[in-house]
């Protein structure tokens, strides 16, 4: 009976290993969502897998604002949209082709999207240094933090059977995401994520294989070797 149960166990867990690579595998960047909106249930399951995500000192420096209505996704869209357009312009490209690019790629992507989570961090909890190389790394630590979050985020949201991309845009405003929101002084905007029900299947984007992103140091010199199944 013992024996028949541990078999049962170990093949439980076998499964469970192969569905979390294959979890893992099959997220992708969703940016086309149906109109239907998320549930509050749902979201608490995401940001219950955000909360568990590993981080320095477990600081926790990730901080989440969820935005439903759609006047907030506008004005926001709009806000970012300025300042793309005019670093657009400065970069030499057409006014017409520069309109194009922000309308489709920034105004519809954020006012289309059922719901907005604006990713931000704050440097509250981290350790203090006098030093900048120290506080360098601390801010670096907690950026880090941030990221697992969110890939604990992208990974819960892929199970709920929804879909999300992971926007980098309010790096480059940061100061006009936070005056256009009126965000806590303390919220430094790292990312948004776009959220929803997916429409379509997206095909997988190509990865490197493994010889090209690891290697085995193999001798004092700092000879490295290909990473080889
Ligand atoms: C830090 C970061 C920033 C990203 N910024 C954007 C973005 O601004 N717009 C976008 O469409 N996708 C963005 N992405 C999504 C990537 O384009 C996407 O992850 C990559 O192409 C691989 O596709 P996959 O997520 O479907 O595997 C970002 C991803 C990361 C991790």
């Not at 979890?23 to 249930?41: A, C, N």
């Not at 320095?56 to 793309?84: C, G, T």
């Not at 995401?177 to 905007?189: Q, R, Y």
């Amino acid at each position: 009976m013992e024996a028949e149960k541990l078999m049962f166990w170990r093949s439980v867990n076998l499964m469970l290993n192969s569905m979390l690579y294959e979890i893992i595998k099959s997220r992708r960047s969703v940016r086309t969502y149906d109109g239907r909106m998320v549930s509050r249930e749902v979201l608490s399951r995401i940001f219950e897998a955000a909360r568990w995500a590993p981080s320095a000192h477990n600081a926790q420096p990730w901080r989440f604002i969820v935005v439903y209505e759609d006047s907030i996704k506008k004005r926001l869209a709009k806000a970012m949209a300025d300042v793309w357009l005019e670093d657009l312009r400065k970069n030499g490209v057409s006014e017409s082709e520069a309109l194009k690019i922000v309308e489709e790629e920034s105004m519809r992507r954020f006012t289309e999207s059922p719901v907005l989570i604006i990713v931000g961090l704050t440097m509250r909890d981290m350790h203090k240094y006098p030093d900048e190389r120290r506080m360098r790394a601390e801010y670096i630590m907690a950026v880090q933090s941030v990221a697992a979050a969110v890939q604990n985020m992208l990974l819960a949201i892929h199970v709920e059977g929804l879909g999300a991309c992971w926007v980098c845009a309010p790096l480059f405003c940061q100061e006009i995401v936070k005056k256009t929101l009126k965000l806590p002084e303390d919220f430094e905007p790292q990312a948004i994520l776009t959220l929803g029900y997916p429409v379509g299947e997206c095909n997988p984007p190509s990865r490197k294989p493994l010889s090209e992103i690891v290697w085995v140091l193999t001798s004092e010199k700092g000879e490295l070797t290909a990473w080889r199944i």
